[in-house]
C-alpha cells in the first residue's frame, strides 16, 4: 500500500491509518514528496505533478515493489 501525501504535507498525515491497513496484513510504503518533511531542498526550481508521479514511479521500481495499490489525498490522488 503507497500512501501518497496531499501538497505541502508529510507523510505522518498517514499516521492513524497505518495501523489498520497492517492489520489487514497490507504493507505500508509512506514516504515525503520533494520540499517536504524529511527531503531536502529539491535543485530543481519548480516541478510539476508529472515529476511527483515520475518519483512515486521510480521509488517503487528502487525497492522492486510491483504491483502495489496506491492512495493518495488531495494533490497525492
Avoid: K
Amino acid at each position: 500500500m503507497v500512501l501518497i501525501a496531499g501538497l505541502s504535507l508529510d507523510h505522518l498525515g498517514w499516521a492513524m491509518q497505518v495501523p489498520a491497513l497492517t492489520d489487514a496484513g497490507y504493507q505500508c510504503v509512506l514516504f515525503d514528496n520533494r520540499d517536504v518533511g524529511q527531503t531536502g531542498e529539491s535543485p530543481t526550481a519548480s516541478y510539476t505533478i508529472r515529476d511527483f508521479a515520475d518519483d512515486t514511479a521510480a521509488l517503487l521500481e528502487q525497492l522492486a515493489i510491483a504491483p502495489a495499490h496506491i492512495i493518495g489525498a488531495s494533490m497525492g490522488g
